[in-house]
Nanobody, 116 residues
Framework: QVQLVESGGGLVQPGGSLRLSCAAS????????MGWYRQAPGKQRELVAT???????NYSDFVKGRFTISRDNAKNTVYLQMNSLKPEDTAVYYC??????????WGKGTLVTVSS
């Protein structure tokens, strides 16, 4: 069983930065695609960014140029560096693991609030 634990959320002013981390248990991290998603109050969960086992990245248009996803396979951890944060980035941010075996795992989320 894979467990994902997100951390790094909090309150930040507009224009500020945060770095989220997601630590995974188990032995399948390095072969898995990892993703960050977010869900704002009253809205559906949406894709933020993904990174494959080979390091290829994909971003939603609304974070391109501001957010960077990266991974450290030695630490079983995926990161999301968020810069130039806007109030509309306020949401619960979730980490997801997509294994090569077709299984999907979610973390419980970490809250990011962008407000002055």
């Amino acid at each position: 069983q894979v467990q994902l634990v997100e951390s790094g959320g909090g309150l930040v002013q507009p224009g500020g930065s945060l770095r989220l981390s997601c630590a995974a248990s188990g032995s399948i991290f390095s072969s898995s695609t990892m993703g960050w998603y977010r869900q704002a109050p009253g809205k559906q969960r949406e894709l933020v960014a993904t990174i494959t086992s080979g390091g290829s990245t994909n971003y939603s248009d609304f974070v391109k140029g501001r957010f960077t996803i990266s991974r450290d396979n030695a630490k079983n951890t995926v990161y999301l560096q968020m810069n130039s944060l806007k109030p509309e980035d306020t949401a619960v941010y979730y980490c997801k693991l997509d294994s090569v075996y077709g299984a999907h795992y979610w973390g419980k989320g970490t809250l990011v609030t962008v407000s002055s």
